[in-house]
């Protein structure tokens, strides 16, 4: 049965015009125990008094050697009109919110034998690839594993936690980052970035189902599309791996 326990905003910070980044602590002295992938629920009343949940893939990054604590850290994206935005709009430093979890599967499995991970995620879908940077870390030094992250996002004020992932790939050559902007490339863009739909760049990748698996986070459309596309590549559904988002109000 998942943990309920109280979480404490000690910080928070925008990192696109519309995503906030939240860091909290348990406010019952615990550590939160999750395996990166996995998200957390968060329960709140409706005006009425109508009792309904959220859910948030964990952003935080447990390893020391990344320099970080024991904080409990989410990407939670405003939506107009929507309960969960006022929550947390209204939520300042100090102040309590109630959770439960951790739940899912959208993690790495360590019985995986592959050469290449694919990540592939558009908005704050994103956000379980920064759990993951420790153990895809490792996963790269034990067993050479490589790993593309590609990224969708209109433009690069949209691309949250770019410093995180650009940092990775400068530190790790077998982490390749490629943000793909479907509205327009910055002034100053990276090498591997693109433009268009994520799904579009996949040829570029040329996915391969004797050596790859694929990881997809984010707008259902998306999902979808990529899916299909890397079924037609020849990857098997058991190597894709996936999980949709669905702005709430």
């Not at 939240?22 to 550590?31: I, K, S, V």
């Not at 490629?178 to 863009?189: C, D, G, Q």
């Amino acid at each position: 049965m998942a943990d309920h326990f109280p979480l404490k905003l000690v910080g928070s910070r925008m990192l696109a015009p519309s995503v906030r980044h939240l860091e909290f602590t348990r406010d019952d002295g615990q550590a939160l125990d999750f395996i990166p992938g996995q998200f957390i629920q968060v329960h709140f009343n409706y005006p009425d008094g109508t009792p309904t949940k959220r859910s948030y893939s964990l952003a935080t990054q447990h390893d020391h050697a990344f320099g970080v604590n024991d904080s409990v850290e989410i990407a939670v994206s405003f939506v107009p009109g929507g309960a969960a935005s006022a929550l947390f709009t209204a939520l300042d430093d100090g102040q309590q919110i109630q959770c439960s979890g951790p739940y899912g599967r959208f993690c790495l499995n360590d019985k995986d034998q592959n050469a290449r991970y694919i990540l592939i995620a558009t908005g704050t879908g994103v956000t379980p690839y920064r759990a993951m940077l420790p153990q895809l870390k490792q996963l790269m030094d034990s067993r050479g594993v490589e790993v593309v992250l590609l990224f969708g996002a209109r433009s690069e004020e949209d691309l949250i936690y770019r410093e995180d992932f650009y940092k990775f790939a400068e530190d790790n050559p077998k982490f390749r980052f490629m943000p793909s902007f479907s509205r327009k490339l910055p002034e100053n863009p990276t090498a591997d970035a693109r433009t268009g739909y994520v799904q579009e760049q996949l040829a570029e990748l040329a996915p391969n189902g004797a050596h790859d698996i694929a990881y997809l986070c984010g707008n259902p459309n998306m999902v979808d599309a990529c899916f299909e596309a890397l079924k037609e590549f020849g990857l098997s559904v058991h190597h894709i791996r996936r999980e949709k988002y669905v702005s709430s109000k």
